[in-house]
């Protein structure tokens, strides 16, 4: 059964889908079978891995996460909902198969008020293909409203991407007793897989000392390998490529390394 990972971060521009996207990867060319599921609506992940003709044609004839969730249900009269066998988009470059996003979830917290089991609605779709995967990967939005409670309803663990600087450090303390609480609240247990300290070297006062400062509160939880801001990361992204395919392998070494440790973290073995 998929070991299922959110990456979770209340703080937009931290890293969650660049981290999300080169785990994938990397999972998928360690000859792990990997779920990326895109549950922002923004859909950088989704577009990250497929190009836009590809996902328009898939969103279409498919569906996506959207529809998962039960976004825009009242379309439905007929009440008929998408199987998740047929959302996923396979045989994408990059080795691993992807549920991808739409805008249409920017309103699902609407679309879904007052529906049951709101926030269990991923969960239930993945149990029926939990297991043909070893891994899930959950790539979620800069807050915590009904796609990224999806997402930590379904998951087994959670990874906290992090951008040295001042205020996303004041974050993470708030999003650990944040995601604590919601698990209380619908009886979820969730393990927290790791932080990881993202996009370093970006401008930010006092760099050297948040980072510090970080290691030293949340100790054992942060992984020692940290990544760092390269253009090649967003060129990856832009082209919807692996950072496999570019010459400047120092990015690629990086995910790979953060990657590895996570992989330890969560008790797979590769
Ligand atoms: N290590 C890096 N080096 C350079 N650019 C990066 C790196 N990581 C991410 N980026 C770029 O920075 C921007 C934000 O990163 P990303 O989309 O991964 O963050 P996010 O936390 O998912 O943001 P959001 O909260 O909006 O979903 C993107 O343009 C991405 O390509
Ligand atoms: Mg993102």
Not at 5 to 13: D, F, I
Not at 198 to 225: K, M
Request: contains cysteine.
């Amino acid at each position: 059964m998929a070991t299922i990972v959110a990456m979770v971060n209340l703080k937009g521009g931290v890293g969650k889908t660049a981290l999300s996207v080169n785990f994938a990867d990397y999972c998928a060319s360690a000859g792990l079978k990997t779920l990326l599921v895109d549950l922002d609506p923004q859909t950088n992940a989704t577009f990250s891995a497929m190009g836009i003709d590809e996902w328009d044609k898939h969103k279409d004839e498919n569906g996506t996460v959207a529809d998962l969730l039960g976004a825009r249900d009242h379309l439905h009269p007929d009440g008929a909902r998408k199987d998740i066998n047929d959302v996923i988009a396979k045989n994408l470059l990059q080795g691993f198969d992807l549920v991808p996003s739409h805008l249409d979830l920017f309103t699902v917290d609407l679309d879904l008020a007052g529906k049951p089991n709101r926030e269990g609605r991923l969960k239930r779709a993945l149990r029926a293909v939990r297991d043909e995967y070893d891994v899930v990967v959950c790539d979620c939005p800069p807050n915590l409203t009904i796609p990224t409670q999806n997402a930590i309803s379904a998951s087994t663990h959670y990874v906290v991407p992090v951008s040295p600087d001042f205020l996303s450090a004041v974050g993470i303390a708030l999003l650990k007793s944040r995601v604590a609480d919601f698990c209380e609240d619908i009886d979820h247990k969730i393990d927290l897989g790791g932080i990881v300290l993202s996009r370093v070297g970006r401008p930010a006062r006092r760099r050297s000392e948040t980072i510090q400062s970080i290691r030293q509160q949340f100790s054992a939880d942060v992984l020692d390998q940290q990544i760092t801001e390269r253009a090649v990361v967003a060129g990856a992204a832009e082209e919807a490529k692996s950072l496999k395919d570019f010459p400047d392998k120092s990015a690629k070494t990086e995910f790979e390394q953060v990657s590895k440790e996570l992989l330890e973290r969560i008790g797979i073995a590769e």
